[in-house]
């Protein structure tokens, strides 16, 4: 696999680059390569910039496996949420599992529900890091960017990063322009949202931005639920007091109302997907949910530029509360309740220079701190956690350089210690604690092939720490108990990469192969501690291997018509697995034990396909239709980890979108359609022998009128 992975990434960067010239690309496509004939801005590709490494670069020179969503494409295609992004993003899988938003990147990532796990896939919004996932993903209302870093981030990112990094980025307020915008949608399954900005400058040093959104919609399972009544607002404030120095704060809130998260129950007879119904005959699920999910958010930059570096300090609070009470099982509904609190603190030094020369030296260096209070409360006929006090810190000092050692070929390397503790209350006054250790590095090489040809290789690390669960550390552990504490995750991976533009600046092609080696995978369990009453807890399985490859390309083909293409197929398998679990069915509770053994890794298919193709017809200087659509095949993959059940395994499936927009002066008006095959997509399980899932949307379709006032 290797050593063919390889000699496709040697084609693409050696053979293709050597082979066409700029002279040469320019003879093709009938363009002078005089300096004088560079291609206008609509016939070629536009460069993307991204912050992907702690500074602003461009997407093709940065070494690092990485998908970006733009304003445009989240507008064109209708990207409202999180969940969005399953159709548009290869190797990315993103869903709802109660209380929060879960995401998993090559098949790694976590189901946590509660604050004593953290996600194995760091998010950070405007640069600020989130400890736990919210409820609903925040809203994709006035966004510049989504970048979505696949593999290990551990280096630059922090704890949590293991299996990757999602890093939404928003519009910032601009000194040069009022500008204003608003739209509206009206949809199926009774969909009504609203959005709107307002971009006010009061002169050239200070600009404030207010944006808002809301989104109502009745369920998708039994119209009941995974409905939504969300609402987002976000304040900016921009201002340069002084030449060298910025300050930028941000203030978000969103909540989540409606009947909330649910799963669905398959595949037994009588019982559809999307349809409230249960696997016991005669026993209906009741509809009797409710979620009442906020999220605020508080963060301050600080920049300030010297000759020889720019010293950068984010100061956050984030604060979420959650009361969820929904189906979650076969008997009966469950009240979850958390309360979270964090206060963070990055400081970061990055130098002005840059490494794309010989002895050209590029660093940063930075500090982070987290402090974290939490309330933890789940409820459930045959038993409770009830954690009133969980207290956390993480500390951490990271640096990462990279030198040139030719004009084309640099080196880099980076190191990050974290420490972390954590501590419990429990309902009896007990009290426990844990601390937990890492030391992550990334070890890399980059090389110009060509202009708009870059070669990368790296090895790096990713740490998500352990933690407690019920239970006491001084008594053993039976086969039918989880233990009171559970170990660090770690990823160690490897990777080789390719990013190039070719013929003209209009056809990129990126490619990836990667390998990686992912121990103490933490899973969620329901079974007993090894002392107190019957309750979920977090449990290490078995470590992981995957390996596989993704191939990415955009091609436009004229000025007016855009083809997109990627595929990915990869291979995950645990070395061996088993933890104890309780199922419902047959009705009475009984222990199962996941396989020894050799098992596939869930939430990962063996090949993916996206396509995606957009043409737009110029009516005249004033106005426009486009039309556009993305279809993304998926092969079959477990969802309940170490399950031989086939009904915990999903089948492959097709999903498509399509988008026809009209668009006159500063007005547009948009028919989009989402799923259209309808198809019935589980992206959970919640255990062996439940047939509980959790299921993305079918099909959706709606209207959409825009209109802006001012700016470009």
């Not at 490494?53 to 304003?71: F, N, Y």
């Not at 959104?213 to 201002?239: F, I």
């Not at 977090?538 to 018509?561: M, Q, R």
Request: hydrophobic share 35%; glycine share 10%; charged share 15%.
């Amino acid at each position: 696999m290797c050593r063919g992975a390889i000699r496709v990434l040697s084609i693409i960067a050696l053979g293709m680059t050597a082979s066409l010239t700029e002279a040469q690309v320019a003879t093709q496509t009938g363009l002078s390569s005089s300096p004088k004939a560079t291609p206008a801005p609509d016939q070629e590709l536009t460069e993307i910039v991204v912050t992907a490494e702690k500074r602003s670069a461009d997407l093709e020179h940065t070494p690092i496996a990485m998908s970006v969503v733009g304003t445009a494409e989240l507008q064109s295609r209708h990207l409202e949420g999180l969940t969005d992004l399953n159709g548009v993003v290869p190797g990315v899988q993103i869903y709802p599992v109660l209380n929060s938003t879960q995401v998993s990147v090559r098949g790694l990532g976590s189901t946590f529900l509660d604050p004593r796990g953290q996600p194995g896939v760091a998010s950070s919004l405007d640069g600020l890091y989130f400890a736990q996932p919210t409820s609903n993903g925040g809203g994709f209302f006035d966004i510049a960017r989504i970048e979505i870093l696949k593999g290990p981030q551990g280096t630059l990112e922090g704890r949590n990063a293991a299996a990757g990094a999602i890093s939404v980025i928003t519009n910032r307020p601009d000194v040069d322009g009022f500008e204003t915008s608003a739209a509206v949608t009206a949809g199926n399954y009774g969909l009504w949202s609203t959005e709107g900005m307002i971009n006010i400058p009061v002169n050239d040093r200070l600009a404030f931005r207010a944006a808002f959104q809301t989104v109502d919609h009745d369920g998708y399972v039994g119209h009941v639920y995974n409905d939504a009544k969300d609402a987002y607002g976000r304040v900016e404030a921009l201002w340069a007091p002084l030449d060298r120095l910025t300050i930028f704060n941000e203030l978000n809130y969103n909540h989540a109302g409606g009947y909330g998260v649910s799963p669905e129950y398959h595949p037994f007879a009588g019982i559809s997907p999307w349809t409230l119904g249960s696997p016991i005959p005669g026993l209906s699920i009741p509809s009797i949910g409710t979620q009442d999910n906020a999220t605020w958010n508080d963060q301050l930059h600080v920049d300030y530029d010297w000759d020889f570096a720019t010293l950068t300090s984010i100061s956050g609070f984030v604060h979420q509360q959650n009361e969820v009470l929904t189906p979650d099982g076969v008997y009966f509904n469950a009240l979850t309740v958390n309360n979270l609190k964090d206060w963070t603190q990055e400081l970061r030094l990055a130098s002005k220079t840059k490494a794309d020369h010989f002895g050209g030296l590029q660093w940063l260096v930075g500090l982070y701190y987290l402090n974290e209070e939490s309330f933890y409360h789940y409820e459930f006929p045959l038993g409770i956690i009830a954690l009133p006090h969980l207290p956390a810190t993480s500390e951490s000092a990271f640096g990462q350089v990279s030198y040139g050692l030719t004009d084309a070929l640099r080196l880099t390397g980076g190191v990050r210690y974290t420490e972390d503790k954590k501590k419990a209350t429990y309902e009896d006054g007990t009290r426990r604690s844990a601390s937990f250790s890492n030391t992550s590095y990334k070890v890399g090489a980059e090389w110009d092939v060509a202009p708009k040809s870059l070669l990368y290789a790296n090895v790096a690390t990713g740490y998500v720490p352990g933690g407690l669960n019920a239970g006491s550390p001084g008594q053993p552990t039976a086969p039918t108990q989880y233990a009171p504490t559970f170990d660090s995750e770690t990823n160690t991976a490897y990777e080789i990469g390719s990013k190039n533009r070719f013929l003209a600046n209009r056809l990129q092609l990126n490619a990836d192969v990667y390998l990686y080696n992912f121990r103490n995978y933490q899973y969620q369990s329901i079974a007993y501690p090894n002392a107190g009453p019957f309750t979920p807890g977090i449990v290490n399985i078995g470590s992981v291997k995957t390996y596989g490859a993704e191939l990415d390309a955009i091609f436009l083909l004229t000025p007016s018509d855009k083809l997109s293409a990627s595929s990915e197929w990869a291979h995950g398998e645990f070395n061996s697995i088993s933890y104890p679990t309780l199922v419902f069915f047959p009705p009475f509770p009984a222990f199962v034990f996941a396989p020894h053994g050799k098992q596939p890794l869930v939430n990962l298919p063996d090949a993916g396909v996206y396509f995606g193709y957009s043409h737009t017809w110029t009516i005249n200087d004033r106005s426009s239709l486009e039309m556009g659509g993305n279809s993304h095949y998926s092969a079959a993959y477990p969802v309940v980890a170490g399950s031989a059940d086939p009904n915990d395994r999903q089948r492959s499936y097709r999903m498509s979108d399509a988008t026809i927009t009209f668009s006159y002066n500063k007005w547009q008006v948009e028919a989009w359609v989402k799923n259209i095959e309808n198809s019935a997509v589980n992206v959970y399980g919640e255990g062996p022998g439940l047939y509980l899932y959790q299921i993305l949307p079918p099909r959706t379709f709606g209207l959409t009128v825009r209109a802006r006032l001012g700016g470009p």
